[in-house]
């Protein structure tokens, strides 16, 4: 078939009567922080590992928010953890915390959203 | 022999507590690696035994680490433990002296003035009985002192001190008892026998006229029995533990042992070591944020306890002022990172997509330049560097310029140690494919990791106040010395953390005036940016920021120097005063002598032109 460069868009449909919010519950429990965060993107704009691949940590808050735990998985295991965002950041918000707490506790609520 | 049923519980209590040292002391030891056995085996009959024996004199006995830090409080400590050492040891002498024989039980030496009821004849006995008189006065006067500081802790240089435990507070109260116990056991036997020496029996006599002394004695020496074996027993679940155990230690630490990165019987070793003494708490700067319970002293309890939690592990900035403080010598950082280590080995990541291309490096490179990402958020570091570099004529190769992985460091001091490896071996490949023998860092957290996690065989990994220092020897670059008042802060990670105190001074005081402060160097504070806590809250680190700042203020300085962008940027945002790194203040000062050597070029150019 001749490639013309469309390609089927996903269903990406999110129920949130099967919503999820129990990482972000505990994400935000355990920092508080996070929850100031305004998604300017500064972060992202920031981010050493941009440069590497393609990752977007300002992502991570509308995944995290959406309850899209089996994508936010594999995006969170690209930080490098190096702090710029954390510097940049104008709310003062402890993204490193929030990273590490999402690691650790993915894998007991990954869910598989449809 | 005589006997009298008074030596059982401190015979039984004695037995107890060898029979569980050598036991855990066994479990620990077989804990080591296979390296660090051999290391023991290896070192157990060299110089290194003499030196650990002459360590233990001086800290377990003498402590003259607490000596440094208060008279008063080294005074105490020391003659709880001399003066106890010394007791037992003259106390077998004279039993050995009296009795003839060296099998003597210990119990005949411990409560010699019981079962000898004749007074000392010899001038042997004399003298020796005189000794341990007057040992027991010196003891004493230490218990007193422990007694005064309970209701006064600030005259013994201590503001905050720890919790006790049950344990604790049992094995406390037994030692408080201990002394004065046997104090009046000897003095009320020497009343009725008139067997004592030049206190014991003055004080003898005084008691025997005031109180009835027959009906005391065995009561007396039954306490005293009673007190040791409370002591023995109590120790195991005490901080007191630490007391055989930081001998242990000292022996495996001169044996050249270190605290690897996973948990192992070394580690236990340093936990169990802890004195609880709270030296610690006073130096810790999270007390400036209010953040009160996640210091070291607390953190190895919760590790001894096995209840420790990740929001106290990881509330620690890692500035290591705790561990330059520690009277035990504690390698309590990597203590904690270990631990982190521990706590995070489930979740690692693995960095597929780091993949090394080609590197092409001019075969003239002299030097790699590594600034780090934080050094990219302060690009003044960096056009200093290059316009320094310019200057000195340096070949270098900008390895981070664009599309380079973190060094690794910020993932190891998390504990991420299997995800920093990855790391960490992919910029290695790339930096000894540079074929480059000098790599300069500007980032002391970047340093640090290059310095001892990497493996760069041939490369010198230079701090870049290092390397400007050198530079400067080598006269490649320009002096000039601007009317500049400078204080300079000591990075963590490059002072306490690298060692590295004395080559930025040096190189800052060609090109500036510096002013020593009175926390600088081992002592010197942490800006409370450090990467190392996670928990930390933004408005927390700026509190323990401003406390620092307020010191440095004092001195009226014109600028703040430091040599890390990460300290540069915590300190920047306060905008108490302007804040540079080392490289720009170098680079300034370069700047300010050629724009000088322009303007006189030009003037003398007119000159020329008018004559």
């Known amino acids: ?114 | 022999m005589e006997t009298n049923p008074f030596i059982w519980p401190f015979t039984i209590g004695l037995l107890f507590i060898s029979c569980f040292l050598i036991i855990i002391v066994s479990i620990w030891i077989s804990g080591l690696s296979h390296i660090d056995k051999s290391r023991i085996v290896h070192s157990i009959f060299t110089r290194k035994s003499l030196l650990a024996i002459r360590e233990t004199f001086m800290e377990s006995l003498l402590h003259r680490k607490i000596f440094r830090k208060n008279l008063v409080l080294g005074y105490m400590h020391m003659s709880l433990a001399f003066g106890w050492f010394l007791l037992i040891v003259v106390g077998h002498i004279q039993a050995w002296n009296y009795y003839r024989s060296l099998s003597v039980p210990a119990y005949k030496a411990i409560f010699f003035r019981y079962f000898v009821t004749e007074p000392a004849t010899t001038l042997s006995e004399k003298t020796l009985a005189a000794c341990v008189d007057l040992l027991l006065v010196f003891i004493l006067s230490g218990v007193m002192l422990a007694y005064f500081k309970r209701l006064n802790s600030r005259v013994f240089g201590i503001k905050k001190t720890t919790k006790l435990k049950a344990g604790d507070r049992i094995a406390l109260t037994a030692l408080w008892l201990i002394f004065p116990l046997r104090f009046l056991a000897e003095s009320v036997s020497a009343g009725i026998h008139h067997n004592g020496s030049i206190v014991s029996q003055p004080t003898g006599q005084i008691l025997s006229s005031l109180l009835p002394v027959h009906s005391l004695e065995m009561p007396l020496w039954w306490a005293y029995s009673l007190a040791l074996t409370l002591f023995f027993v109590s120790l195991p679940v005490s901080r007191y533990m630490h007391i055989p155990v930081e001998v242990v230690l000292i022996f495996l630490r001169n044996y050249g042992i270190r605290i690897k990165k996973r948990i192992d019987g070394y580690s236990r070793i340093q936990v169990y070591s802890c004195s609880r003494c709270g030296i610690c708490l006073d130096s810790c700067q999270m007390t400036h944020a209010e953040i009160k319970d996640t210091q070291s002293v607390y953190v190895l309890k919760h590790i001894r306890n096995k209840n420790l939690t990740d929001e106290k592990l990881f509330n620690c900035l890692l500035c290591g002022r705790c561990q330059s403080d520690c009277p035990v010598g504690l390698s309590l950082n990597d203590l904690r990172i270990t631990q982190r280590i521990e706590s995070t080995k489930e979740y690692n990541s693995s960095y597929e997509y780091l993949k090394n291309g080609p590197v092409e490096v001019s075969p003239q490179t002299e030097v790699i330049y590594f600034a780090g990402c934080m050094t990219h958020l302060t690009p003044a570091i960096i056009k200093s560097m290059k316009e320094i570099f310019a200057v000195a004529r340096v070949k270098y190769w900008f390895m981070d310029e664009d599309k380079t992985s973190c060094c690794g460091r910020p993932l190891m001091q998390v504990g991420q140690y299997e995800a920093a490896k990855k790391l960490i071996g992919h910029n290695q490949e790339r930096i000894l494919a540079s074929k480059a023998n000098k790599l300069v860092v500007s980032c002391p957290i970047c340093f640090k990791v290059f310095n001892e996690d990497y493996a760069l065989p041939g490369i010198t990994v230079q701090h870049h106040s290092e390397y400007l220092l050198e530079l400067m020897v080598n006269k490649r670059l320009p002096m000039n010395k601007m009317p500049l008042r400078v204080v300079y802060h000591d990075p963590c990670e490059l002072g306490r953390g690298s060692g590295i105190y004395h080559q930025p001074r040096l190189l800052l005081d060609e090109y500036a005036e510096v002013i020593p402060v009175k926390n600088e160097k081992e002592t010197a504070f942490c800006c409370g940016g450090s990467l190392a806590n996670i928990k930390i809250q933004m408005n927390e680190r700026n509190q323990i920021r401003d406390e620092a700042l307020e010191e440095y203020l004092s001195y009226r300085p014109d600028v703040l120097a430091t040599a890390c962008p990460l300290c540069k940027k915590t300190f920047a945002k306060s905008n108490k005063l302007p804040v540079h790194d080392i490289a720009e203040i170098v680079y300034m000062a370069i700047q300010e002598k050629q724009n000088l050597q322009k303007t006189e070029y030009k003037k003398e150019m007119k000159m020329e032109f008018w004559k």
């Open chain 1, 1 to 114: 078939m001749k490639d013309f460069g469309f390609t089927m868009i996903k269903q990406r449909t999110i129920d949130y009567d099967q919503f999820d919010g129990r990482l972000l519950n505990e994400v935000l429990e355990m920092e508080p922080s996070f929850k100031v965060c305004l998604s300017c993107g500064g972060c992202t704009a920031t981010c050493s590992a941009v440069d590497l691949v393609s990752f977007n940590v300002r992502r991570m808050n509308l995944l995290l928010r959406r309850g899209e735990t089996v994508e936010l998985e594999s995006e969170i295991k690209k930080c490098m953890l190096c702090g710029k965002c954390m510097l940049v950041c104008p709310r003062g918000i402890n993204i490193r915390n929030v990273i590490m707490l999402i690691k650790k506790s993915i894998p007991k609520y990954k869910t598989v959203t449809l």
